[in-house]
């Protein structure tokens, strides 16, 4: 909850501990008795803190030998204590390990591909343990040889409308951080998400649910669309209802043709994607009220 004091307190904190804040962002919602910051601190590794009803984040650089991982990680649970936050969260890139993903992917590959060549150039900071998909792809195909290349395995489930295979994927998901749909059109169950227990990240694509349909992009197309978007959200029991993290549009004109509209909304996804689970990683979304994120 709110209260007189925390920035002063995690300021002493930092500072103490040989830390420099360059900037804060703060925001704190009328009559909501609950805290949001972020502040920037450089002096030279990059750590990340949070929490849920005081929620916090900061980067700053540091002396591990000053300031030891262990001795962090008390410092702001105590801090945590102090001012009634339900949870306390410290990253540590240069020290702690990189989230672990499994992909969940239907035939269309442009989100998978993407989310997988990022990591490739190093600018995903994930540890992708596996893709999962309904479609089986030659070895041949372009996913393939990129997941090859890497060891990572890919696991083909077959579904059908009576049988998702859920408890195969939860057998896959289980124990690992968060889960990322790349346009895998599938409905996850209730039942799914309660005994997965971990944020679960999806692309929605804004033709939806106005066309839908297998070919919805014609549908938009042919119907003389001006705006195409995308939407990052989180995954709930609610159907593509849960906390938005993300959303992007772009115009489309008379002069676009049916290809360059769909090479425009998937650019729009492949984006709206990885900006959402590069902000996930830096621990800069986070939860506020029931449907609604704070993202720094």
Same mark, same amino acid.
């Given at each position: 909850?709110?209260?007189?004091?925390?920035?002063?307190?995690? %300021?002493?904190?930092?500072?103490?501990?040989?830390?420099?804040?360059?900037?804060?962002?703060?925001?704190?919602?009328?009559?909501?008795?609950?805290?949001?910051? $972020?502040? $920037?601190?450089?002096?030279?590794?990059?750590?990340?803190?949070?929490?849920?009803?005081?929620?916090?984040?900061?980067?700053?650089?540091?002396?591990?030998?000053?300031?030891?991982?262990?001795?962090?990680?008390e410092d702001?649970?105590?801090?945590?204590?102090?001012?009634?936050?339900?949870?306390?969260?410290?990253?540590?890139?240069?020290?702690?390990?990189?989230?672990?993903?499994?992909? !969940?992917?239907?035939?269309?590959?442009?989100?998978?591909?993407?989310?997988?060549?990022?990591?490739?150039?190093?600018?995903?900071?994930?540890?992708?343990?596996?893709?999962?998909?309904?479609?089986?792809?030659?070895?041949?195909?372009?996913?393939?040889?990129?997941?090859?290349?890497?060891?990572?395995?890919?696991?083909?489930?077959?579904?059908?409308?009576?049988?998702?295979?859920?408890?195969?994927? !939860?057998?896959?998901?289980?124990?690992?951080?968060?889960?990322?749909?790349?346009?895998?059109?599938?409905?996850? %169950?209730?039942?799914?998400? $309660?005994t997965y227990g971990?944020?679960?990240?999806?692309?929605?694509?804004?033709?939806?649910?106005?066309?839908?349909?297998?070919?919805?992009?014609?549908?938009?197309?042919?119907?003389?669309?001006?705006?195409?978007?995308?939407?990052?959200?989180?995954?709930?029991?609610? !159907?593509?209802?849960?906390?938005?993290?993300?959303?992007?549009?772009?115009?489309?004109?008379?002069?676009?043709?049916?290809? %360059?509209?769909?090479?425009?909304?998937?650019?729009?996804?492949?984006?709206?994607?990885?900006?959402?689970?590069?902000?996930?990683?830096?621990?800069?979304? !986070?939860?506020?009220?029931?449907?609604?994120?704070?993202?720094?």
């Open positions: 909850m709110d209260a007189v004091g925390i920035v002063a307190k995690l %300021s002493e904190c930092i500072a103490s501990r040989g830390g420099n804040i360059l900037g804060a962002d703060v925001f704190v919602p009328p009559k909501k008795n609950v805290f949001f910051s $972020r502040r $920037r601190v450089i002096e030279s590794t990059i750590i990340r803190p949070g929490s849920s009803y005081v929620q916090n984040c900061s980067e700053f650089v540091f002396d591990p030998v000053k300031w030891p991982r262990n001795q962090m990680d702001f649970l105590n801090l945590s204590k102090m001012f009634s936050a339900i949870k306390s969260v410290v990253k540590v890139p240069a020290l702690d390990p990189e989230l672990k993903i499994p992909i !969940l992917a239907l035939k269309q590959d442009h989100c998978l591909v993407d989310l997988i060549y990022g990591w490739q150039e190093g600018r995903l900071p994930v540890d992708i343990t596996c893709v999962i998909s309904n479609h089986h792809r030659g070895p041949n195909t372009q996913v393939m040889r990129f997941l090859e290349r890497d060891n990572i395995p890919y696991h083909y489930l077959q579904t059908a409308v009576e049988n998702k295979r859920e408890r195969e994927i !939860l057998d896959l998901v289980l124990n690992i951080d968060l889960l990322v749909l790349a346009r895998y059109m599938q409905v996850l %169950s209730g039942q799914f998400l $309660r971990k944020d679960v990240i999806n692309i929605h694509c804004g033709l939806l649910p106005s066309f839908k349909g297998g070919n919805s992009s014609k549908q938009a197309f042919d119907a003389g669309v001006k705006l195409i978007g995308a939407t990052s959200h989180f995954v709930t029991e609610e !159907l593509d209802s849960g906390p938005i993290i993300e959303q992007m549009v772009e115009r489309v004109t008379h002069r676009d043709n049916l290809q %360059s509209f769909v090479q425009k909304s998937e650019n729009l996804e492949n984006q709206c994607l990885v900006k959402a689970l590069r902000w996930y990683c830096d621990l800069r979304v !986070l939860p506020f009220e029931d449907n609604r994120t704070v993202v720094f």
